[in-house]
């Protein structure tokens, strides 16, 4: 499956994002798909996950209750909404999709969209 991610830009402290990754060419709703981010300077780390089968959801306790991961398989679409931004959430931000259950490692994920850079201002 090829991905690609989108929405990123330059917001303030405070506000809120959205997140957008298609898929095509595979079957969309049997990933589990799940977003990365990776800051300056730093390792890629997980933000949050959507199993395959629509029902579980997992987050990094960075993001857990301001991010909420969804997805349309009808679009082949997965979202990210990110709200209450701080300046710790600048990075490029990767949607991933893995064949199997809920992942929440790298290795776990075998397709990578290319990233979309949100900049947070403080």
């Known amino acids: 499956v090829q991905l690609q991610a989108s929405g990123g830009g330059l917001v303030q402290a405070g506000g809120s994002r959205r997140l957008s990754c298609v898929g095509s060419?595979?079957?969309?709703?049997?990933?589990?798909m799940g977003w990365f981010r990776q800051a300056p300077e730093k390792e890629r780390e997980f933000v949050a996950a959507f199993s395959w089968n629509g029902i579980n959801t997992y987050y990094a306790d960075s993001v857990k209750g301001r991010f909420t991961i969804s997805r349309d398989n009808a679009k082949d679409t997965v979202y990210l909404q990110m709200n209450s931004l701080k300046a710790e959430d600048t990075a490029v931000y990767y949607c991933?999709?893995?064949?199997?259950?809920?992942?929440?490692?790298?290795?776990?994920?075998?397709?990578w969209g290319q990233g979309t850079q949100v900049t947070v201002s403080s």
């Open positions: 991933a999709a893995s064949v199997g259950s809920m992942a929440t490692t790298e290795g776990r994920y075998q397709y």
């Open positions: 060419g595979r079957t969309f709703s049997v990933y589990t």
